[in-house]
């Protein structure tokens, strides 16, 4: 099921950033390190219900009762970006490759399409998450631009950060 996030949410989403920054397999997937997470309650919750006051988008995928994603939109505020906004997004540990990060894209762009000026959603990707990549190129998003080596990582190695985009129309 997915709905709108709130405050009582913010102790899951912080659980499934961890669980990605910390995993050997997902750390690479966010440009965050693992030092750079908020890991304040308060500070979570307040992020939360500051982007819905805004008229952003924050959903949750529950499973079986508990939050096991999220995906984050917000819109630019600057009057020449205004038609544009970026999304993020997170799946805990399990329940990856199901389908739940498909479904929340599918409800961000529904969402989205509702919107008054709304004509495009942004996203960045490290270029090592290929599974991201396909999905969202599959939900029609293209590659708009990369920045090459974007991403230094601890051990010295570099990604590239992908921007890519889908138009709503």
Request: with cysteine; net charge negative.
């Given at each position: 099921?997915?709905?709108?996030?709130?405050?009582?949410?913010?102790?899951?989403?912080?659980?499934?950033?961890?669980?990605?920054?910390?995993?050997?397999?997902?750390?690479r997937f966010?440009?965050?390190?693992p030092?750079?997470?908020?890991y304040?309650?308060?500070?979570?919750?307040e992020?939360?219900?500051?982007?819905?006051?805004?008229?952003?988008?924050?959903?949750?995928?529950?499973?079986?009762g508990?939050?096991?994603?999220?995906?984050?939109?917000?819109?630019?505020?600057?009057?020449?970006?205004?038609?544009?906004?970026?999304?993020?997004?997170?799946?805990?540990d399990?329940y990856?490759n199901?389908?739940?990060?498909?479904?929340?894209?599918?409800?961000?762009?529904d969402?989205?399409?509702q919107?008054?000026?709304?004509?495009?959603?942004?996203l960045?990707?490290v270029?090592?998450?290929?599974?991201?990549?396909?999905?969202?190129?599959?939900?029609?998003?293209?590659?708009?631009?990369?920045?090459?080596?974007?991403?230094?990582?601890?051990?010295?190695?570099y990604?590239?950060?992908i921007?890519?985009a889908?138009?709503?129309?």
């Amino acid at each position: 099921m997915i709905r709108f996030a709130n405050g009582f949410d913010a102790e899951a989403i912080m659980d499934i950033n961890s669980d990605i920054t910390l995993s050997e397999e997902t750390t690479r997937f966010f440009i965050s390190s693992p030092e750079e997470l908020s890991y304040n309650l308060n500070e979570e919750k307040e992020k939360i219900e500051k982007t819905l006051a805004k008229g952003n988008l924050f959903a949750v995928y529950e499973a079986e009762g508990e939050v096991v994603g999220y995906l984050v939109f917000k819109r630019y505020e600057y009057t020449r970006l205004n038609h544009a906004g970026s999304m993020g997004m997170g799946i805990k540990d399990g329940y990856r490759n199901q389908g739940i990060g498909s479904q929340l894209i599918k409800f961000l762009i529904d969402w989205a399409k509702q919107q008054d000026g709304l004509e495009k959603i942004c996203l960045g990707v490290v270029s090592v998450n290929e599974r991201a990549i396909n999905v969202y190129q599959r939900l029609g998003f293209v590659e708009e631009g990369r920045q090459r080596n974007q991403i230094k990582y601890e051990d010295g190695s570099y990604s590239d950060d992908i921007m890519m985009a889908y138009t709503l129309h």
